[in-house]
């Protein structure tokens, strides 16, 4: 037996294959196409001395970070209990290691106890539940493996996917909230009113997105003490705006939030913040949402707001609420995301100005 990457040529047994496998959410033809032509990607496929495809498995890679999905995996009927699944298992994790991962996760039906099975006996941890994962209702397992012993334990920490491609801002809030006060609701309503709230930003087309002041005042509104890190106090991304009307709403929007927030207290800061200060702040009770360029994730130069949620001496761990179904990622990529910490430093850099900003967020009983 023969565990390779696969080939273009390799497609029309694929599809056979995986419509032998799976009876629901199955991987399309044009999918494969797809995975077939991604180089950050590995599709592996087993074969006999024959050339018979038995079985395959398909290893997606979170761009711009160390963390590694477990998307599929199929074995033939007649191939069944032969080990192959272990095999192709330990191969994908192969692969992961030579692309410089350092953690694999992946989703198995609950229900499917001889997946279960096999995965935990290759060091796969339960982190939690997903609920009508599948597209009958069905829920999921979301396990994960450390591929170095010494990496840190994924956390429980809420996560929200934004449902607007304009709310990031928002969502990482919330989650943020949620987690100093679970009361604090995770809900669409709560969503685009934080947005409305935060909103200072015309965009050159659709909805504008959040100011880090904005984000700061909605969060001192809901009784949390907040304050704004960034590399100037000037009206952010302001240099992407052709139109003097549309420049002249966000500079006058901008001058409200400063005046209200000097009122309030908050405090402003034109400093920026340094990875190795982050510890410290979240050791004090501070969560930290930050400002990123979206270059390094998806190769789009987008203004982005993420959860800061861990860090050891290596990477920085991130709860993006931005999940991109035409990459087939789920919340599994975007919990506890990994990223070196010398990415990040390029990666929360905005912009010709290269702006940088951060919104702090505590409880005021952490005082």
Not at 133 to 157: I, N, T
Not at 177 to 206: C, F, K, S
Not at 295 to 311: D, F, S, Y
């Amino acid at each position: 037996m023969l565990i390779r990457l696969a080939r273009p040529a390799d497609l029309g047994a694929l599809v056979t294959l995986e419509n032998q496998c799976f009876d629901y959410d199955q991987i399309s033809r044009r999918s494969f196409q797809r995975f077939l032509r991604q180089p950050q990607d590995r599709l592996l496929i087993a074969e006999n001395d024959t050339g018979a495809l038995l079985g395959y498995g398909l290893l997606l890679h979170r761009r711009g970070t160390v963390l590694a999905r477990i998307y599929s995996l199929a074995v033939s009927p007649e191939a069944r209990g032969m080990g192959l699944g272990k095999q192709l298992l330990q191969a994908l994790e192969t692969e992961a290691i030579e692309t410089q991962c350092r953690f694999v996760r992946l989703e198995v039906r609950d229900g499917n106890a001889a997946a279960l099975a096999l995965y935990q006996a290759q060091g796969y941890k339960i982190l939690h539940r997903r609920s009508g994962y599948y597209v009958d209702g069905g829920d999921a397992f979301v396990l994960e493996k450390r591929l170095h012993s010494q990496l840190p334990q994924h956390p429980v920490r809420p996560y929200y996917a934004q449902s607007t491609p304009f709310t990031c801002g928002p969502a990482a809030m919330m989650m943020a909230l949620n987690h100093l006060d679970p009361a604090q609701p995770m809900t669409r309503a709560q969503e685009i009113q934080l947005w409305r709230e935060a909103t200072t930003v015309y965009m050159t087309t659709g909805l504008g997105g959040t100011s880090p002041l904005g984000l700061a005042l909605s969060a001192h509104r809901r009784g949390f003490e907040a304050e704004v890190w960034a590399s100037h106090l000037d009206p952010p991304f302001i240099d992407s705006v052709r139109v003097a009307d549309k420049r002249q709403v966000m500079i006058e929007v901008h001058e409200q939030f400063m005046e209200e927030a000097r009122a309030r207290g908050i405090g402003l800061h034109p400093r920026v913040l340094m990875a190795s200060q982050v510890s410290d702040l979240r050791k004090a009770g501070w969560q930290i949402l930050v400002l990123i360029s979206t270059w390094r994730l998806n190769r789009n130069k987008a203004p982005h707001w993420v959860w800061w949620v861990g860090e050891d001496d290596h990477y920085a761990y991130l709860n993006d609420p931005e999940i991109d179904e035409d990459e087939d990622q789920s919340a599994t990529d975007n919990q506890f995301m990994p990223v070196p910490l010398e990415a990040m430093d390029a990666m929360t850099r905005y912009g010709k100005q290269r702006f940088r900003a951060a919104v702090l967020i505590r409880n005021t009983s952490a005082l």
